[in-house]
């Protein structure tokens, strides 16, 4: 069974727009995709990042684990949005006991509700100096009790048994940090720092911003930007409903870029233009995140930026971001590090499915590390 034997990991991803399930198996050092599906997600089901219906998200889940031909069994999910509060906190060393003790007295100052309604989760990473001070680094992750209950009630309700409750963006930087490495620029002449990564993870309601430099977390954000939003600015723009927009924009969504000719069609070009000042948008919100990074760690470098989720897909968005941004954009392709089978999804769709997969792939990996 899924997991039982660590013969195979399953993530599932829960988004506002869509549920995704991967199963991995072991190959030779490297992963299988065994099983892989996604449903749809019932309407006003999850809102934010967090689950609001768990008895209708229970059915959908049924189904795209039952499509994908997985087992029911435990899984690794993940819960993400705005009710997902990672930073870090820097403390004086003492005791690790002692340490659970201050972090969980410092995070008050992070969670804007109160500490009894959420789990909390610390985890030291590393140690730093300020001020000529040896300080522990801990990861500090706070989910509101609420939103975890309301998740698993959802995968129970949907015949799963949560294995462990990852962070989304955490599953992200798992499933695509190899690709980000292994691409990234060279190191700046004479500087000792390495390249940092940007990984944007463009969903439909919300999309997440993290920045990593080797295997440190340096800034995870998640804002308001997201697919649902295009689609709304087309919706108005060419008078439709939302279902018809979504589906022009997926068609036939193209972003112009300065300086190259103008399509034919119209509504290309009206579609451009509608979603031309999100996506603008997004571009500063990235660019400001890049900044912060930047003001607090001069020495190092941003060397690539990696998207992912379904509005990575919209043609050109790479090439835009990087004109922008001026740093290299890729795209994610989660199933690099693994096999896949033609069966489960043929090459030619590797690179359209890719990107949305990113987060369940993630999650299937963690299932690796928690064996
Ligand atoms: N070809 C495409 N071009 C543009 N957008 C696309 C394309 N295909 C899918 N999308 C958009 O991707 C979004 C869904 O992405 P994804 O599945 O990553 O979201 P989600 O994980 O369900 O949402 P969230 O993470 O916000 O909860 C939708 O807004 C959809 O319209
Ligand atoms: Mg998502």
Same mark, same amino acid.
């Given at each position: ?10 993530? *599932? ?7 995704? #399930? ?12 065994? =099983? ?5 997600? %019932? %309407? ?7 689950? #609001?219906?768990? $008895? ?18 435990? #899984? ?5 949005? $705005? ?28 969670? %804007?509700? !109160? ?10 990473? !590393? ?11 801990? *990861? ?10 309301? =998740?698993?009630?959802? *995968? ?8 462990? *409750? ?12 190899? $690709? ?19 990984? &944007?993870? @463009?969903?439909?309601? +919300?999309?997440?911003? &993290?920045?990593?430099?080797?295997? $440190?977390?340096?800034? +995870? ?16 723009? @060419?008078?439709?409903?939302? /279902? ?14 300065? !300086? ?11 579609? =451009? ?20 990074? /930047? ?40 199933? @690099?590090?693994?096999? &896949?089978?033609?069966?489960? @999804?043929?090459?030619? /769709? ?11 792939? !993630? ?9």
């Amino acid at each position: 069974m899924a997991l039982f034997g660590a013969k195979s990991f399953v993530g *599932l991803d829960i988004g506002s727009h869509e549920i995704k #399930v991967v199963e991995l198996g072991p190959a030779g050092g490297r992963f299988r995709v065994l =099983h892989m599906g996604s449903a749809d997600t %019932p %309407p006003g089901a999850v809102k934010e990042g967090a689950v #609001v219906e768990p $008895q209708a998200l229970g059915v959908a889940i049924r189904q795209a684990v039952g499509k994908a031909g997985i087992k029911p069994g435990r #899984v690794v999910s993940a819960v993400g949005g $705005q009710a997902v509060i990672v930073r870090e906190l820097k403390l004086p060393p003492m005791p690790e006991d002692e340490l659970k003790q201050a972090a969980r007295f410092e995070a008050e100052r992070y969670i %804007p509700y !109160g500490v009894r309604e959420v789990n909390m989760d610390f985890d030291i990473i !590393g140690e730093t100096t300020e001020e000529n001070q040896r300080r522990i680094v801990v *990861l500090l992750v706070a989910a509101r009790r609420d939103v975890v209950d309301k =998740h698993v009630q959802a *995968l129970e309700a949907g015949g799963l048994a949560p294995y462990v *409750l990852d962070v989304e963006s955490f599953a992200v930087i798992r499933a695509l940090d190899a $690709q980000a490495q292994a691409t990234a620029a060279p190191q700046a002449p004479g500087g000792t720092a390495g390249a940092a990564s940007v990984f &944007v993870d @463009l969903g439909a309601e +919300t999309s997440d911003i &993290v920045i990593t430099e080797g295997d $440190q977390l340096r800034l +995870t954000r998640n804002i308001n930007i997201g697919g649902d939003g295009l689609t709304k600015a087309i919706a108005t723009r @060419l008078d439709m409903e939302f /279902q018809s927009a979504a589906q022009v924009k997926e068609e036939k969504g193209v972003v112009v870029l300065e !300086g190259e000719p103008a399509p034919d069609d119209r509504t290309v070009m009206a579609l =451009h233009e509608a979603m031309l000042p999100i996506l603008g948008d997004l571009a500063t919100e990235v660019r400001r995140s890049m900044d912060y990074f /930047q003001t607090r760690w001069r020495e190092s470098r941003v060397g690539r930026v990696v998207l992912s989720g379904g509005t990575a897909r919209l043609t050109n968005l790479d090439r835009f971001l990087s004109l922008e941004l001026g740093v290299e954009t890729v795209i994610g392709d989660p199933f @690099l590090q693994c096999e &896949v089978g033609e069966r489960v @999804l043929p090459a030619a /769709q590797r690179k359209q499915v890719g990107p949305a997969m990113a987060t369940a792939v !993630g999650l299937a990996l963690r299932g690796t590390v928690e064996r």
